[in-house]
């Protein structure tokens, strides 16, 4: 089974480039501080309140990147950073009925457009900007970012049922859609 896996991401590699932004495959590691960009263990010091945190490697298909995460006035925030320490967004897990009740509308007739059936398994709140503008929200201060929806959904479609990452506007509108490659759990050894 895992040598099935191995080829079938063999596969995706070899895809042009076109085919291998359908596919997204990510396996996280938890890292010590000491291994972290120091651009990205700057940024963190200035977060409010941040003390209890765990930084991650996340391996990708084409690239790598390191996250945080953490907890800020009660609230889940993963914050990632390219391999060189740069932000690349913030995020933060909320539930589907704390948005608007017109987003909610959106976001639904957006899935339905793609999707026989689905179910949400996680939202997340993206915000991307300058550094100095992400913690500025991030501290309850109204600054321009970029406000998107990152939702993992399990969903029913001609090919049968699959997990998806969808990238939605703050408006609900697709931007990106991308099938994830999930890790087989089943190990056969004889």
């Not at 997340?124 to 998107?148: A, C, F, M, Y």
């Amino acid at each position: 089974m895992k040598s099935i896996f191995l080829l079938l991401l063999f596969a995706l590699l070899s895809c042009p480039q076109s085919m291998s932004g359908q596919f997204k495959y990510e396996k996280e590691y938890r890292v010590p501080k000491s291994s972290v960009p120091v651009e990205a263990l700057e940024f963190v010091e200035k977060l409010p309140n941040f003390s209890k945190h765990k930084w991650y490697l996340e391996q990708g298909l084409k690239s790598h990147s390191y996250e945080v995460k953490t907890r800020i006035a009660k609230k889940k925030y993963s914050i990632e950073f390219d391999k060189e320490g740069n932000l690349e967004d913030a995020e933060i897990l909320i539930k589907f009925k704390s948005l608007a009740p017109s987003l909610q509308v959106e976001i639904n007739e957006t899935i339905l457009d793609k999707f026989k059936k689905y179910k949400i398994k996680k939202i997340q709140r993206q915000l991307s900007g300058s550094p100095e503008n992400v913690i500025s929200k991030i501290n309850g201060k109204d600054s321009p970012i970029t406000t998107r929806y990152e939702l993992i959904i399990k969903a029913n479609s001609e090919d049968g049922i699959s997990t998806y990452e969808l990238l939605m506007d703050d408006k609900g509108l697709l931007l990106n859609q991308t099938k994830i490659i999930e890790e087989s759990l089943e190990n056969l050894e004889f």
